[in-house]
Structures are given as structure tokens and as C-alpha cells.
């Protein structure tokens, strides 16, 4: 039992750094602001399957690594993170049975927050903001998701995460 | 009181709005804590160092790559760049020469007016980590950090003018804000008549602009912009870009003035960091040999 949480919670933490690398992959320049939201993608994934597991405190930590990782203020993506996270805790047994391009709308609303939490505090400090830059990433995230859903659900039952 | 199966489920929402809270508050401090100063230096570095490994890996296939190109290319291409790279490396080499015959003129002349002079800076070669950072924001990683003597503030350059500077430094690397990042200003001035200005980044394209012009200041299209040296990070001297616009409107009360970098911004893999000079008295800088570290 003990070995077997200890190898499901090794696949959470892959899954994550994944996540984390995808966020820091060179594309061009005018493709930056399409990336998708991959770490938000994966946290909402786990935040939904395994609420018990993966929740706020997961998120704040994850997103002091993106901060770091991405150069923004150290605590902007933790704070977007874990509202996402919260937001996902409060109605997930209703979303994850749903057919998986209605869950694609709630994972836009949920990336939608995310982007504007970000661009918020971007907006305090003076970096200027234009309108495709709310849009663009969560389209992408809406678009992508039954995917990432798939094959982290595929990569969860292969190797018994609960 | 029996204990009721259910009541853990009812436990969950209360506590994890308050640990939401929590972390907001948490997180609120931090951001605070990290723009208003280097409160969070030691930190960052810490944290740098955890994720290196990743920005690593993200650039390894790159480096590959690159590396591959290399084991392949052919004879004569080797040669025909050999060949390049020589005879640029002497026209290079022979201007230099004039270079340190004026530069001991100009410390001459200087002390005979009386004024300092700073030459003679030593520079490294770090290399760019192929990684993507907030797209919102124009910042590099570099392979170099505190352990190779990187210093936040330190002035960043490549072979056609200035990049930026660093503004984290971790152990093994770190992050640079370049000069078109809308956050950054740097003190110019035109070469040709000497004239003083802040050039600020735009952001998402490739340019700069000058602060608070007055309409009938000195400035042409073309003119080179140097910088001043007078914030204090950037040693003065280095090329900073070419003005490619000067709109005058009588309706409003400055110009505006639009910049191209001269340093290649997006392309360069490689880049320059700069110590500046400790004073006028390290004259083993005259030796070109001794100026690469």
C-alpha cells in the first residue's frame, strides 16, 4: 500500500515537471502568447481526480517553481494557481462527469481566470496589456483539453493513481 | 456526540477557502516583497538552482542539435569559414591595434586635463539557455551565475551593442532583462552631438524609445545612440541602437522618438557580460590580449 502511494505520487510529480518543462519550451515569438496553460491544465486534471491529493497547497508550491522558472514576480502564478485550484475543489464532482467538450467550457472559464489574474498583476506593475492576450491561451487550453484529459486519465489507470 | 460519516465532506469547503486565503495572503507578500526590493534574493537563488535542471533539459535538444550541425558539416565548409573567420580575425586585429594606440592618446590627453578615464573592462562569454520565459516580458536566461562572478545589475552585451543586464543572479544561472523590455530605461546619448536621453523598451516589438524629446532637440534619423554611463549600471561607450524616426507634432509637448537596437536581440546565442573597470589606473587593460577573460 505504502509503496504503491509512494509510485502514484512519483506520476503526479512527473506529470507536473512535464508541465513545467512544456511552460519553458522555446517557441517562436509570435506563438508566446498562444502557449497553452499546460501546468494549470495538469493541476486542474489532478485537482479533479484526486481532490483528496492535489489541492491549494500543491498549487501555491507549483507556482512558486513556475514563477521562478517563467522570471514573474515570485508569488504571481501561486496565487493564480491557487485560485484555480480552489475554484476546481468547489464543483469538480460535478464537472468530471460531464462529456468531455463541456468540460473543455469549464476548463476555458477556469484558464480565463487564470490569464487574467496574471495579466492583472502584470497591469499593476505597468506592463502594458492588449485584448488577444486574455483570448488567446485559454482557446488553446479549451482546445487541447479532452487530449491532456485522456492521456493523463490513460497514464492514471496504467499505473493505479488513486 | 456519534460521529456522523458525512461530516468530514461539510469540514472540506470551510477549510479550503481558509487556506486559499492563506496562500493569497502569502502570495500578496511575497509579490510585494519582490517588487519593492531584493528582499527575496536569497530565495530566488535557491529556487534557481532546484529548477536549472529543467531549463537544462528544455535546452538540451538544442544544444544537440547544434552540436550535430557541427559533426557534420563538411571539409570545405570548415575550410571556407576558416578562411572567413582568418581573414576577418585580421582586419579585426589591425584595427585594434589602432584602437590601443588611440585609447593610450586619449588616456594621455586625459590626464593631462585631469579626469579619470575607465578602460580596459573584462568580459565573459555565457550562452543563452534556449528556454521561454513570461511572453509578456523580454527576459533571457544565461548560463552563468554567482558562481562564475555574475552580479545582479550586471550590464549585458553583445558583439553589436548592448543587450540588457542581469537582474537575478543564482548559483548557476541567470536571468537578464533586455533593453526592450518595457520596464527597462537606459541613459543614452546621441553620438554625433552629445545630447542626453532615456531610451525605455516597448515591449513586443523590437524597439526602443527616447523619453520627454522636446520638439526642437538635436536628433536625426540615423543618428547613433551610445551609452552615457550615467545611471551607473551600463560602462558608457557601448553602442545602443540608431534612430529610425523622429515625429515632431506641435500639438504636443515632446517628440517622439523611435530606436532600433543595434545588438542583435532575438538571434544571438552567445553574449558578452561586462565587469566595468575598477578606475583609471588598470592599465593592463591597453593589452588586447588580456581584455577576453
Given amino acids: ?162 | 456526540m456519534a460521529i456522523n460519516p458525512i461530516k468530514p465532506l461539510y469540514f472540506r469547503r470551510p477549510s479550503a477557502l481558509v487556506r486559499l486565503v492563506v496562500v493569497g495572503i502569502v502570495s500578496i507578500a511575497l509579490m510585494t516583497a519582490d517588487h519593492k526590493g531584493r528582499h527575496l534574493e536569497f530565495l530566488r537563488g535557491v529556487l534557481a538552482t532546484i529548477v536549472y535542471p529543467l531549463q537544462y533539459a528544455v535546452d538540451l535538444p538544442i544544444q544537440v542539435g547544434t552540436w550535430m550541425a557541427e559533426t557534420v558539416t563538411s571539409r570545405s565548409e570548415l575550410m571556407q569559414q576558416n578562411y572567413r573567420l582568418r581573414r576577418e580575425n585580421l582586419r579585426i586585429h589591425s584595427r585594434l591595434e589602432k584602437f590601443a594606440e588611440l585609447e593610450a592618446e586619449n588616456r594621455r590627453l586625459r590626464s593631462l586635463l585631469d579626469s579619470s578615464i575607465k578602460v580596459g573592462d573584462k568580459v565573459l562569454i555565457a550562452e543563452l539557455l534556449s528556454v521561454d520565459m513570461d511572453p509578456f516580458a523580454r527576459r533571457i536566461v544565461l548560463n552563468k551565475g554567482t558562481r562564475d562572478g555574475v552580479f545582479s545589475g550586471q550590464s549585458l552585451i553583445d558583439s553589436n551593442g548592448v543587450m540588457g543586464q542581469v537582474v537575478q543572479a543564482g548559483p548557476f544561472s541567470s536571468n537578464a532583462l533586455l533593453i526592450t523590455d518595457p520596464s527597462h530605461a537606459l541613459p543614452v546619448q546621441v553620438h554625433r552631438s552629445g545630447y542626453r536621453a532615456v531610451a525605455v523598451g516597448v515591449g513586443p516589438q523590437n524597439l526602443l524609445e527616447l523619453l520627454h524629446i522636446p520638439n526642437n532637440a538635436d536628433l536625426r534619423v540615423g543618428d547613433l545612440l551610445v551609452t552615457s554611463g550615467l545611471g551607473g549600471r551600463f560602462p558608457s561607450g557601448y553602442p545602443v541602437g540608431h534612430i529610425i524616426s523622429v515625429e515632431r507634432d506641435r500639438g504636443r509637448p515632446f517628440a517622439s522618438v523611435k530606436v532600433e537596437p543595434t545588438a542583435r536581440l532575438e538571434r544571438n546565442r552567445e553574449v558578452l557580460l561586462v565587469w566595468p573597470a575598477q578606475g583609471g589606473e588598470t592599465l593592463e587593460g591597453m593589452n588586447p590580449g588580456t581584455i577576453i577573460k
Avoid at chain 1, 475554484?87 to 490569464?115: D, E, K
Fill in chain 1, 1 to 162: 500500500m505504502n509503496q504503491q502511494a509512494h509510485r502514484s505520487n512519483w506520476v503526479i510529480v512527473m506529470s507536473f515537471v512535464i508541465a513545467l518543462m512544456l511552460m519553458a519550451l522555446p517557441m517562436p515569438d509570435w506563438a508566446g502568447i498562444w502557449r497553452p496553460a499546460w501546468v494549470a491544465l495538469v493541476l486542474i486534471y489532478w485537482c479533479m481526480a484526486l481532490p483528496a491529493r492535489v489541492g491549494i497547497m500543491v498549487a501555491f508550491t507549483l507556482g512558486i517553481f513556475l514563477d521562478v522558472l517563467s522570471g514573474t514576480l515570485l508569488g504571481q502564478n501561486a496565487l493564480a494557481l491557487s485560485v484555480v485550484a480552489f475554484i476546481t475543489l468547489q464543483f469538480y464532482q460535478r464537472v468530471r462527469v460531464l462529456p468531455l467538450w463541456q468540460q473543455g467550457i469549464t476548463v476555458f472559464g477556469l484558464a480565463f481566470i487564470h490569464q487574467v489574474l496574471l495579466l492583472w498583476i502584470n497591469g499593476i506593475q505597468g506592463m502594458p496589456v492588449s485584448f488577444s492576450d486574455y483570448w488567446a491561451s485559454p482557446l488553446i487550453s479549451m482546445v487541447l483539453w479532452p487530449w491532456i484529459f485522456v492521456v493523463l486519465r490513460d497514464m492514471r489507470r496504467k499505473y493505479q493513481v488513486a
